[in-house]
């Protein structure tokens, strides 16, 4: 059973339980209500009549109304003036002397001698099967001792009106129930519609292999409600997932590229000496080249598990009480005697400006990947006579004074520690940027238009895993990597960490 039919059913019967619950207790009211009023209004016109009987010793000398009612009583005469009723409204009035003889008026019950004169109040009494009020009272006054006033009203009357109010409420209320539910069941299913759509498209994704399909919803514009909201919702995912799929193609196809390469080179070698080295030299040198490309292998491999433990939550932080300052200057001593000799980079100058005794809580390990990854991309990334500046500043969070252009959702803390590595080298055209942190981007034709503009790689080996490696850790530790940068006037990178 669909959503629409359940909601359409639980409202009918609900509507139906209502209707049943609210008759029970109409009628219920109703009839007390009826009855109560019927009492009254017997009791207020047989009080009512009671006003209009007198009695007369003689008639004579008096003025006769038109109609007025004279009966001989005694020795006198009894007025009932035209304003008596003997009937109106369903209620009875008779005038009945002491003997329980009816003088005047009507009156369709008749009360043994044992009876009358005892509702003194409107009491129920049933005569003939039919249920009906009585009201007696004495009259007072002179001359009207032993008379008394029967009022009596049918039950039946209130009944039947109690009857017809009913029977409109019974037509009226299952109306107004088929068109609430009819209304119910239409929102329900204007409301429900996209779901079909949602149904649909999640169908067509499932059945294929294209994640850039979406949901679009007619009249989308100006609808906030949970349906528009849940495919909003489905969008954002899908766009996520899309992204996500194409960014792991992408690593799956450049991890193939540059694993392709060495292994190919291996293969060349070990195919070169097994038929063609005839020295030892020539094995040698062969294996040299084997090991060169197995370190290079290995260091790739290394780092594609570095980021699948960081992205599966396995690298796990190693926080201690380091003086960043102290291991930022050491960093900075080693890298500048790896570099010094080799011949590309023997001219070049890295200069430091640290400020001292920066204690914070780090990985240490991770720490020193970062800043070396930074270093050796500007050396990789510098002139020839170029120069390279490392900056080491603690200050408030958020407030960096280095110039960034990609600065955007930094993380919220209230002082951070703040390195920069600047080069004069070659710089990223701004069209790259976007794109650097992500893994295997780096100086590759088959990516960029030239390699005069390509994105700076990061990695000595050239695999352009070194930036990413960068952001991943700054992140995992609740910072953030920035870079502004432009062709031909170098490139300054920002890290920015928590100060704990």
Not at 148 to 159: H, K, M, N, P, T
Not at 298 to 323: C, I, P, T, W, Y
Request: glycine share 6%.
């Amino acid at each position: 059973m669909t959503i629409k039919k359940k909601i359409a059913l639980w409202f009918s019967i609900s509507l139906l339980v209502i209707e049943v619950i609210m008759v029970s207790l109409t009628f219920t009211i109703g009839q007390s209500v009826f009855n109560t009023d019927i009492q009254a209004q017997l009791t207020k016109q047989v009080d009512a009549n009671a006003q209009e009987i007198e009695f007369y010793n003689s008639l004579e000398g008096r003025e006769i109304e038109m109609g007025d009612q004279y009966l001989v009583y005694e020795d006198g005469f009894l007025e009932i003036d035209d304003d008596f009723c003997n009937y109106i409204n369903g209620i009875y009035t008779a005038l009945i002397d002491e003997n329980n003889n009816l003088l005047y008026g009507e009156c369709p019950v008749r009360l043994r001698a044992s009876q009358s004169f005892t509702f003194l109040k409107a009491t129920s009494f049933k005569y003939k099967n039919i249920s009906y009020y009585i009201y007696e009272r004495p009259l007072h006054g002179d001359g009207l001792e032993g008379l008394w006033l029967r009022g009596v009203a049918s039950q039946r009357e209130g009944a039947s009106l109690l009857y017809t109010t009913m029977g409109l409420v019974c037509l009226l209320l299952p109306a107004l129930a088929i068109l609430s539910v009819a209304g119910g069941y239409l929102l329900t299913r204007r409301s429900l519609a996209p779901m079909d759509t949602l149904i649909s498209t999640a169908e067509n994704i499932n059945g294929g292999d294209d994640l850039s399909q979406r949901i679009i919803l007619a009249a989308d514009h100006g609808h906030d409600d949970e349906v528009h909201q849940l495919a909003h919702t489905f969008n954002n995912m899908l766009d996520r997932l899309e992204e996500a799929f194409q960014r792991e193609k992408q690593f799956t196809a450049d991890a193939s590229h540059e694993l392709r390469t060495p292994i190919s080179v291996i293969l060349a070698q070990c195919e070169y000496s097994l038929e063609l080295a005839e020295t030892k030299e020539d094995y040698q040198e062969a294996l040299q080249v084997i090991e060169e490309q197995g370190f290079k292998m290995k260091e790739l491999v290394s780092q594609l598990l570095f980021f699948a433990r960081m992205e599966q939550g396995h690298e796990s932080l190693h926080l201690s009480k380091v003086n960043i300052s102290q291991l930022t200057a050491k960093i900075c001593e080693e890298q500048i005697a790896l570099h010094s000799v080799e011949e590309n980079n023997a001219n070049i100058q890295l200069a430091t400006d640290i400020e001292p005794d920066i204690i914070s809580s780090v990985d240490q390990a991770l720490f020193i990947r970062l800043l070396t990854n930074l270093i050796s991309n500007a050396y990789q990334y510098g002139k020839s006579d170029g120069h390279i500046t490392v900056t080491l500043a603690c200050q408030p969070a958020n407030q960096s004074s280095f110039p960034v252009t990609d600065s955007s959702n930094l993380p919220t803390y209230d002082s951070a520690v703040c390195l920069t590595v600047s080069d004069d080298g070659i710089g990223i055209a701004s069209e790259h940027l976007p794109y650097i942190w992500n893994r295997f981007y780096q100086a590759d034709p088959a990516r960029t238009a030239s390699a005069a503009s390509n994105s700076q790689g990061g990695e000595a080996a050239g695999a352009g895993l070194g930036l990413s490696m960068v952001k991943a850790i700054a992140a995992v530790h609740g910072g953030s990597a920035a870079v502004d940068s432009a062709p031909g006037q170098g490139s300054i990178f920002t890290v920015t960490l928590p100060l704990r």
